[in-house]
Each structure stands twice: as C-alpha cells, then as structure tokens.
C-alpha cells in the first residue's frame, strides 16, 4: 500500500543541537517529495520541496532535506536548533498530481 | 489579505446538524484543496477543485460530505447530519499548479466540534 511514514512520533532536543526528523515512502515512482511546518495556532508552511534534480535541497530557516532513492527516504535535517523550531513536522509527497499525502507528523520540543 | 481565508476558526454544532465550511483561497490559484486533520494525526485528503470542477473527490468519506466552488474561487465544505467523529480541523489549501506538482498554501483551518 502506498503510504508515507514518519517513525517518530515526538523528539525532544537542546537548544544548539543538531536535528533530523525522518521520512520514508512506499510508492512505485519518484514522487515530489515536501516538509511543513505547523505551529500551534497557524496554518502548515512549507519548508522545503524535492522534485528533481540535486537529492539535497535547502529550505527555510535553515532546514535541509535529502532525497535517498536507494532507501526511499527523505529526511529533514537541521544543524543547530532554535527554540522557535518547536513545532509539528510533516513530511509529504504528490505521486498523482492531484493530490498530497502526509505523513502523521513529529513533534518537536526544544529544551534550553 | 494574501493567504488562505477560512471561516469559521471554530464550530460547535449538536449530532445531526448541517454545517457549512467556507474557504477564500489566494487571488489568482486555480487549485484548491480539502484535508481533515484530526488530533495527531496528519492531514488527510478530502477534495481537489481544478477551477471550479471537483478533479479529484476521492478522498470524501461518504455522501454526507459535499463540497463546491461554483466561481472558481471560494470553496464551501459541506456536512451534512454530522457525526461526532466528524469533529476535527478542516484544511484549505490552495496552489497555482496546473496539472503539475506545486506548493500548497494552507489556510489556519476550521476546528469543528460534533457535540
């Protein structure tokens, strides 16, 4: 079954510490591959985007993303975070054209 | 304003009643989007409006759900005899592609609470 899936659920970092946030899917074809973001109270924002090209993609607020083929992955890395970066994070793809699937999202927190 | 409109933030509504969602996308995005979310989990695809025909409703969990877009812009949800597992934020996504992948931009959503 086609799926996307993140297999954690919650992380919890210290302020400064390096971060990534995993993702895999299950399709047939490449497909167009996002991270957003949702903070409590407001709308989900795009991090980041992959549909071709270099499998290593550079996003806002300094996120990073790279496309495995090899191991269907496409994990959101960053490497110092900030406490503003508390937050849900989706991965999601497009292999229709039609529509995005999510994934069931992490949750960050922070720590001093 | 230049993001995605949703109206109400939040509703409360009895078991059985009708409830109308409405969504205001950015001026000039032909494609427009319904997801569910409930608590944690990740949004989950309703509807996808090319224009103002339904291109993809494959995601509506049954005939109490009806979505339109009559203009071309705004897009109304609608539920009908709702259930108490109807409670969850309705998302509105809009995005300028044309038949090809491009970003969503989504709306803040509309919490609905199915007493």
């Known amino acids: 079954a086609q799926s996307v899936t993140q297999p954690d659920i919650h992380i919890t970092v210290s302020e400064g510490a390096s971060l990534e946030l995993r993702c895999n899917y299950s399709?047939?074809?490449?497909?167009?591959l996002f991270w957003y973001v949702q903070s409590p109270g407001q709308g989900l924002q795009l991090l980041l985007k992959?549909?071709?090209?270099?499998?290593l993609v550079q996003g806002i607020k300094g996120f990073e993303a790279e496309f495995k083929r090899s191991q269907s992955s496409f994990n959101l890395r960053k490497p110092s975070v900030h406490w503003s970066d508390a937050a849900e994070y989706f991965c999601?793809?497009?292999?229709?054209?039609?529509?995005?699937?999510f994934g069931t999202g992490t949750s960050l927190t922070v720590i001093p | 304003g230049a993001g995605v409109s949703q109206t109400p933030s939040n509703k409360v509504t009895e078991k059985g009643k009708y409830v109308e969602l409405r969504c205001d996308p950015i001026?000039?995005?032909?494609?427009l989007y319904w997801y569910r979310q409930s608590l944690g989990q990740g949004p989950e695809f309703l509807i996808y409006?090319?224009?103002?025909?339904?291109?993809?409703d494959s995601g509506l969990p049954n005939d109490r759900f009806f979505a339109v877009r009559p203009e071309g812009s705004v897009s109304t949800l609608k539920i009908q005899r709702t259930e108490r597992g109807d409670s969850a934020v309705y998302l509105c996504?809009?995005?300028?592609?044309?038949?090809?992948?491009?970003?969503?931009?989504f709306g803040e959503g509309s919490r609905l609470t199915v007493l």
């Open positions: 996504a809009s995005s300028t592609r044309q038949g090809s992948a491009g970003e969503l931009f």
């Open positions: 399709y047939g074809a490449t497909p167009y």
């Open positions: 992959y549909f071709s090209g270099d499998t």
């Open positions: 999601a793809v497009d292999v229709t054209g039609n529509q995005f699937y």
């Open positions: 001026s000039g995005h032909t494609a």
């Open positions: 409006f090319q224009g103002t025909g339904a291109a993809d």
